[in-house]
C-alpha cells in the first residue's frame, strides 16, 4: 500500500452505510469496469469520483475494504441476473436451454466490462486467498451451480450424474467465456458452445 492510501486514515468505517458511501461505492465501481482493480490506486480513483483518499478511507475503513466493496457490488450484478434468470427462465429439466440463454448473456458486448472484473477477481481470489478477494471464486462457482441445479428435474437434481452434467456445463461457459474476453471472437465460440451442449443435452441450436 502507498503511502497516499495510509496518511490521514480514518478510524473503521460505519457499521450502517451512508447514502454518501452508497453513492462513491456506485461511482468507484463505474471507475473500476473501466479500469480494472488489480492496480486500483485510491488517489486517481477519488479525484475521478470527486472524493478525497481520506474520504475514501474513512467510508470504506481501507483499500483492501473498498476492493470488498466492489467485489460485492459486481456480484449484486450477477446474482440480480441470476435471480431473473430463475424468474423468467425455464426450469425442471431444461438445463441445456438455461445454459444456451446464459451464454447469450455472458456473449454480450455491453456486458464484457463486468465479466473481465468477474475474472480479475476470481483469479486474484485463486492467488491471494487471504486478501479482500477471498471466497470470491468459490461465492460465484456457488451461484452458477445452484442456477444449473434448478433447471433439472427434481427428482435427479441430487443425483451424481446431474451434480456431473451442471459442472460440465458450468466448465464449458467458464472456458468459452475466458475466450471470449481474450479475443472478442463471438462467431467462432458460440456454435462451439451450442455444439458442446447439443453432444451432451441433445438439443437444437442454431449452427
Known amino acids: ?79 440480480g441476473l441470476l435471480a431473473a434468470m430463475r424468474q423468467t427462465g425455464p426450469t425442471g429439466g431444461d438445463l441445456a436451454t438455461v445454459a444456451a440463454q446464459l451464454w ?30 477471498a471466497g470470491f471464486a468459490q461465492a460465484t462457482v456457488r451461484d452458477w451451480l445452484d442456477l444449473l441445479r ?3 428435474p427434481p427428482t435427479v437434481r441430487d443425483g451424481a450424474a446431474a451434480q456431473a452434467s451442471r459442472t460440465l456445463v458450468l466448465a464449458v461457459l467458464r472456458g468459452a467465456l475466458l475466450d471470449l474476453l481474450a479475443t472478442g471472437d463471438t462467431d467462432r465460440i458460440t456454435p462451439a458452445v451450442h455444439q458442446q451442449l447439443r453432444a451432451a443435452h441433445g438439443k437444437q441450436f442454431p449452427q
Open 1 to 79: 500500500m502507498s503511502s497516499e492510501e495510509t496518511a490521514g486514515a480514518a478510524p473503521s468505517a460505519p457499521p450502517v452505510p451512508s447514502a454518501r458511501q452508497a453513492e462513491l461505492l456506485e461511482l468507484a465501481y463505474q471507475y473500476a469496469l473501466e479500469h480494472g482493480l488489480a492496480e486500483l490506486s485510491l488517489r486517481p480513483l477519488a479525484k475521478a469520483i470527486g472524493s478525497s483518499p481520506r474520504v475514501l478511507l474513512y467510508l470504506f475503513g481501507s483499500k483492501d475494504g473498498l476492493v470488498r466493496a466492489l467485489l460485492g457490488r459486481a456480484r449484486v450484478d450477477e446474482l
Open 150 to 152: 434448478a433447471a433439472q
Open 104 to 133: 447469450d448473456w455472458l456473449a454480450a458486448e455491453d456486458h464484457r466490462a463486468l465479466l473481465t472484473m468477474w475474472v480479475e477477481g476470481y483469479s486474484r481470489s485463486l492467488t491471494d486467498p487471504g486478501g479482500p478477494w
